[in-house]
């Protein structure tokens, strides 16, 4: 199977601290792959490297063929990488709809000219946006939410809702940050389904970051164990959860 | 949703058109007293001001306190163009408008050149370097001294003297005296136009492609970059836009005096117009336009009050926040209006 992520040596520092260190991960399409490791260990940090919001010291990342080390973090949307945030991060003064519409943003244009005077283009790309949005809605059971303020959704809602929008980007990979994080054990099983089914709808290459056992040994195919910013383990999910350095470093005797 | 937003801005549009009917006839009828006559374009000049400032403070969520530096920009350079083509153009509507084409222009360019280094600051640093870059404008354009003689135009920062005219030669922009002889081509008409044709711009941008990404950038930053919205450019559309509209704004209020000097666009119009939008509501439009035209209006009519102006703009600005923004105040408000609100169809968040 092709590559979706290719990513070699990355590292950063931020000041005399080596955040991570010769990080290496590839990702084939379409698969689910974990990336799991104690707090501190620098998940998130690769996380902001792979989207731009920090640049890397170090190593370079190719997305499906194309390098994109060094883009700029709305570049590096439109290259095709969609992510969700570990403390959820929606347009919270926003209606629902309007957050997934955002996220269409580069995917249905139309000159700020077309807006102000109300063109047809404008008529148009709104049109579609609003059926496209709905549909995404539908998908991820929050189309009776999408007059609410976004804000005002519980929590499980929002979390749905931050990857609808990470969705409507039309990504080719999704990097999930905890999306299971502060949810009980229904929750998170049913987010698991919704999961699987976003893998397999919209045929999507998934990297998540996850400290639930259970949805990690569930769901993923492959993992990495990143400890103290290096890779501690890589490889199929069994092989490496029963890995005695692992279980040692992080899942605990 | 759509039809709701529609309806909610066909009520603004309906409130301005109403009001401008009423004061019209009113006005022709004779039954204005000159005070409110003369007030008549200032508060025209107010709401632009105020609906553009609530795109920059309301919906992209910056502080800026420099909007009286670039209607300053649009008044001088609106009124320099009249001055230089008073004699060419003699359609006082047309010369307006051209007037005004020309300083929102000039402001447009203002507002993007500081908007480029000042956006990329957060907060109360941005507020603090706007209002910086506001009284700079302001300095600057009060030691311009620009004259014109057979020989073409003359350009001096020191003095009046120092322009070099031939005695023939005809002051235009002099310095801290400003410019005089503007000719008085407001009415109250273009006003209600311009209020018209600011609000078409601004509620068409804020329900559009454009505004819900300046929204989602307001919002949420990192977010918004993360799905591929370019945060700076939007910001720096957002400020320019403000700035051309508060230029257009500057021109009108120049062509309403008789002496136009930089000196008035100092610091505490631009908190004038800041009070305008918190006291409205920020990001609310329909807000701006009632809150601006109160304003106005009050001291005047509260003329023998004058002395304690600030005082009850302050305390008004405190309750208002308070009955806004207090938890214990919403609470309060939910328990006793919380039926009456909902009833009416109405959402408390």
């Known amino acids: 199977m092709a590559q979706m992520l290719e990513v070699r040596n990355l590292g950063i520092s931020f000041g005399g601290l080596r955040a991570v260190n010769e990080f290496s991960l590839s990702v084939k399409?379409?698969?689910?792959?974990?990336?799991?490791?104690?707090?501190?260990?620098?998940?998130?940090?690769?996380?902001?490297?792979?989207?731009?919001?920090?640049?890397?010291?170090?190593?370079?990342?190719?997305?499906?063929?194309?390098?994109?080390?060094?883009?700029?973090?709305?570049?590096?949307?439109?290259?095709?990488?969609?992510?969700?945030?570990?403390?959820?991060?929606?347009f919270g003064k926003m209606p629902v709809l309007d957050n997934v519409k955002a996220g269409l943003h580069n995917r249905h244009r139309y000159s700020s000219v077309a807006g102000i005077l109300r063109l047809p283009a404008y008529f148009k790309e709104e049109k579609l946006m609003d059926e496209r949005a709905m549909e995404l809605l539908k998908v991820f059971d929050l189309d009776g939410d999408a007059e609410k303020i976004a804000s005002g959704l519980p929590y499980g809602k929002q979390r749905r809702l931050e990857i609808a929008r990470a969705m409507a980007t039309d990504p080719k990979l999704l990097l999930l940050d905890e999306p299971a994080a502060g949810m009980n054990p229904k929750e998170t099983q049913?987010?698991?389904?919704?999961?699987?089914?976003?893998?397999?709808?919209?045929?999507?290459t998934i990297l998540l970051i996850e400290h639930d056992m259970r949805l990690v040994s569930g769901i993923c195919e492959e993992l990495t164990v990143l400890n103290f910013g290096e890779v501690l383990a890589q490889g199929a999910t069994q092989t490496v959860l029963s890995d005695p350095e692992v279980i040692a470093a992080y899942l605990g005797e | 949703m759509r039809s709701k937003k529609l309806k909610n801005n066909l009520i603004t549009y309906g409130i301005v058109v109403v009001a401008f009917i009423i004061m019209q006839s009113l006005s022709s009828a004779g039954m204005l007293s000159s005070l409110m006559k003369g007030l008549l374009v200032p508060i025209c000049v107010y709401i632009v001001l105020a609906v553009s400032l609530n795109l920059v403070v309301g919906?992209?969520?910056?502080?800026?306190?420099?909007?009286?530096?670039?209607?300053?920009?649009?008044?001088?350079?609106?009124?320099?163009?009249?001055?230089?083509?008073?004699?060419?153009?003699?359609?006082?509507?047309?010369?307006?408008?051209?007037?005004?084409?020309?300083?929102?222009?000039?402001?447009?360019?203002?507002?993007?050149?500081?908007?480029?280094?000042?956006?990329?600051?957060?907060?109360?640093?941005?507020?603090?370097?706007?209002?910086?870059?506001g009284e700079i404008i302001k300095n600057v354009i009060n030691v311009i001294y620009i004259g014109v003689d057979g020989a073409g135009l003359h350009f001096s920062m020191r003095d009046q003297f120092s322009l070099g005219m031939?005695?023939?030669?005809?002051?235009?922009?002099?310095?801290?005296?400003?410019?005089?002889?503007?000719?008085?081509?407001?009415?109250?008409?273009?006003?209600?136009?311009?209020?018209?044709?600011?609000?078409?711009?601004?509620?068409?941008?804020?329900?559009?492609?454009?505004?819900?990404?300046?929204?989602?950038?307001?919002d949420s930053r990192i977010a918004a970059e993360s799905i591929g919205i370019n945060v700076t450019g939007y910001k720096l559309m957002c400020f320019t836009v403000s700035a051309a509209l508060a230029g257009a704004a500057g021109t009108l209020y120049a062509h309403n005096l008789a002496t136009l000097t930089a000196s008035k666009f100092n610091f505490n119009t631009s908190i004038l117009v800041l009070v305008f939008v918190v006291l409205g509501g920020m990001g609310s439009i329909r807000g701006s336009v009632i809150a601006?035209?109160?304003?106005?209006?009050?001291?005047?009519?509260?003329?023998?009050?004058?002395?304690?102006?600030?005082?009850?703009?302050?305390?008004?600005?405190?309750?208002?926040m308070l009955y806004n923004w207090a938890p214990k105040v919403l609470e309060w408000r939910e328990r006793h209006f919380g039926r009456l609100l909902h009833r009416n169809g109405k959402e408390v968040e």
């Open chain 1, 190 to 204: 049913e987010l698991m389904e919704m999961i699987s089914f976003v893998r397999k709808e919209f045929d999507m």
């Open chain 2, 292 to 320: 601006a035209t109160a304003l106005t209006l009050l001291p005047e009519l509260l003329r023998g009050l004058n002395n304690y102006r600030m005082l009850i703009y302050s305390i008004i600005l405190i309750a208002m």
């Open chain 1, 29 to 90: 399409k379409g698969q689910l792959y974990g990336l799991i490791g104690p707090n501190g260990a620098g998940k998130t940090t690769v996380f902001n490297l792979l989207t731009g919001v920090y640049k890397p010291d170090t190593g370079s990342v190719i997305l499906d063929g194309k390098d994109i080390t060094g883009m700029k973090t709305a570049q590096i949307s439109r290259a095709g990488i969609a992510r969700t945030f570990q403390n959820i991060r929606l």
């Open chain 2, 59 to 133: 919906i992209s969520g910056e502080l800026s306190l420099g909007h009286a530096g670039f209607m300053c920009v649009g008044a001088f350079g609106g009124a320099f163009f009249s001055k230089c083509v008073q004699e060419t153009i003699t359609v006082p509507a047309l010369r307006l408008f051209l007037a005004m084409l020309v300083g929102a222009a000039l402001a447009a360019l203002f507002g993007f050149l500081i908007g480029i280094p000042v956006l990329r600051l957060k907060g109360d640093y941005l507020a603090i370097v706007t209002l910086a870059f």
């Open chain 2, 166 to 218: 031939a005695p023939d030669g005809k002051i235009l922009i002099n310095g801290a005296q400003g410019i005089t002889g503007t000719p008085k081509d407001s009415t109250f008409f273009a006003g209600f136009v311009l209020i018209m044709v600011t609000l078409f711009i601004i509620m068409n941008l804020i329900d559009s492609r454009d505004g819900r990404a300046v929204m989602a950038i307001r």
